[in-house]
């Protein structure tokens, strides 16, 4: 039988892969073939959501600011066309963290609105 050179190699390409799937469950964890399939769908999955929590952040965002409008007897889409037409150049994010951090601040904000 024929000695195998690149034995060595494989294996250390083989544990590249298992070291990456580390901390995964069952098989998938010491099995190659289910650990780098594993590490393929977790980068997958990794990719998409950092791109979606940029939309659940901003989703986030309108339900504090509603919560908060609501106090005063406001919905949030009233709130933001009253800040549009005040001229007011608060951003959602910015405005979230006003209604939650400095809620008298939040309550100047709408008295300019209501006035």
Same mark, same amino acid.
């Given at each position: &039988? ?7 190699a494989? @294996? ?10 580390? +901390?995964?469950? $069952? ?9 780098? #399939?594993?590490?393929?769908?977790? $980068? ?6 950092r ?8 989703? @986030?965002?309108?339900i504090?600011i509603?919560?908060?409008?609501r ?8 709130? &933001?066309? $009253?800040?549009?037409?005040? +001229?007011? #150049? ?8 006003i209604?939650?951090?400095?809620? #008298? ?11």
């Amino acid at each position: &039988m024929p000695r195998a050179a690149r034995s060595v190699a494989k @294996r250390a390409r083989h544990n590249k892969w298992l070291k990456r799937a580390k +901390g995964f469950r $069952g098989r998938r964890k010491a099995s190659f073939k289910l650990a780098k #399939e594993a590490v393929l769908k977790a $980068g997958q999955h990794a990719y998409f959501d950092r791109r979606k929590k940029r939309t659940v952040a901003r989703s @986030r965002w309108h339900i504090a600011i509603n919560a908060s409008a609501r106090k005063h007897d406001l919905s949030y889409s009233k709130l &933001m066309a $009253g800040l549009h037409k005040e +001229g007011i #150049e608060l951003d959602r994010k910015v405005l979230a963290q006003i209604a939650k951090d400095h809620p #008298e601040v939040f309550d100047q904000v709408v008295k300019q609105i209501k006035k």
